[in-house]
């Protein structure tokens, strides 16, 4: 009985982990979407997506990667953590 429950519970927490890695690993941008910044204003709309999630924007003439850790779909519109000050001192 002990060996059938810890079995299942090693189950539980490998399938559990595995949800959380697929979930970090897929990207919310999407090319062609508009990007919000944290204050509700538009930046721009994605170029493209690179292959750890970031988006990629033309903004003020210049390409600006958007980290993916600052990415989130907020009422349907993908936005980012960052005010477009920070956007722009991005390299």
């Given at each position: 009985m002990k060996k059938t429950l810890?079995?299942?519970l090693a189950t539980l927490v490998v399938s559990a982990v595995t949800a959380?890695?697929?979930a970090a690993a897929t990207p919310v941008a999407a090319?062609?979407?508009?990007l919000i910044d944290a204050n509700g204003g538009r930046l721009?709309?994605?170029d493209r997506v690179d292959s750890d999630g970031s988006a990629e924007i033309i903004i003020d003439g210049r390409v600006v990667t958007i980290p993916a850790t600052t990415l989130s779909v907020v009422d349907g519109?993908?936005?980012t953590s960052l005010k477009k000050p920070q956007v722009l001192a991005l390299q």
């Open positions: 810890s079995l299942l959380v890695q697929v090319t062609g979407k508009m721009a709309p994605v519109k993908l936005k």
